[in-house]
């Protein structure tokens, strides 16, 4: 079965994961087929590329992120096939495989530039045209003969940007580095999640997440901010100094995340 080694690598009691248990419908490229980049900050800051196929998410792992300029060649190791409903997931995977933070870094739709996905993917060079709020135009994946060890034959490929009116020496990853779902960077994602992550007000303390101590105490004081003050006068007193700066630090958020018409694709000028 296809995730079945997504399932064998999670325990879902502990993630706050999809189980993929639910079959979605099989679309065709006409009707659109999703794809998503998620940045997961894990035992080492990596990007996911998944490209929805036959009813799973196809994963490569890209450890430096896509690159806009086509004389950037990325290293995208594939992956287990993840389920559709991964697609929106954004939040803390608290311990186990993958433990850390996950963002959904860009999102849109992709179509295949050949006539046979399975047969592209067989010869390891597929190409493929995104659509996202960051990534646009045309790519390609070409698998290589192996990078390391021999597990990772058949699963070493390149991540190219064709030449095109999106392509750019911009370092998207730099320009626009929050989430495009929440508009949210990873101290804020894990201040925002779920309470059981949390202990009276402080992050659990598992052993996965203990590497993550900056990033806990940044969380730790969003989260504390968040708070309501106990007096009155000092919640009127917040309201009075946030409200003149809260449209420019919409601006600023937007832009980061990249939803706004300058950051789509950063296209070349």
Request: hydrophobic share 35%.
């Amino acid at each position: 079965m296809p995730l079945d080694e997504y399932r064998r690598k999670r325990d879902f009691t502990k993630t706050p994961e999809p189980s993929g248990d639910r079959t979605p419908p099989n679309r065709t490229t006409g009707r659109g087929l999703r794809f998503c980049v998620q940045k997961h900050l894990a035992t080492q800051l990596h990007y996911d590329l998944r490209l929805e196929h036959h009813g799973v998410l196809l994963s490569w792992a890209v450890p430096k992120g896509p690159s806009l300029d086509p004389s950037i060649k990325r290293l995208a190791m594939q992956v287990e096939d993840h389920p559709i409903a991964y697609g929106d997931f954004e939040g803390v995977i608290p311990e186990g495989y993958g433990a850390g933070v996950v963002m959904v870094w860009d999102t849109g739709i992709w179509t295949p530039e050949v006539d046979d996905i399975d047969a592209a993917l067989a010869k390891g060079d597929l190409k493929f045209t995104l659509d996202g709020y960051k990534l646009k135009g045309s790519w390609v994946l070409v698998r290589t003969r192996g990078y390391g060890s021999r597990e990772g034959a058949g699963r070493s490929w390149l991540l190219i940007k064709h030449r095109d009116e999106w392509a750019g020496d911009v370092d998207i990853t730099t320009f626009a580095p929050l989430s495009v779902k929440s508009e949210l960077d990873f101290p804020d994602i894990l201040a925002a999640d779920a309470p059981a992550v949390w202990h009276s007000g402080r992050a659990a303390s598992s052993a996965s997440l203990k590497r993550f101590a900056h990033l806990i105490d940044q969380a730790t004081a969003i989260k504390t901010a968040r708070e309501p003050a106990t007096a009155p006068r000092r919640r009127a007193a917040a309201r009075k100094t946030a409200a003149p700066d809260t449209a420019p630090q919409a601006s600023r958020s937007r832009a980061r995340s990249g939803k706004t018409r300058t950051a789509q694709g950063a296209k070349k000028r």
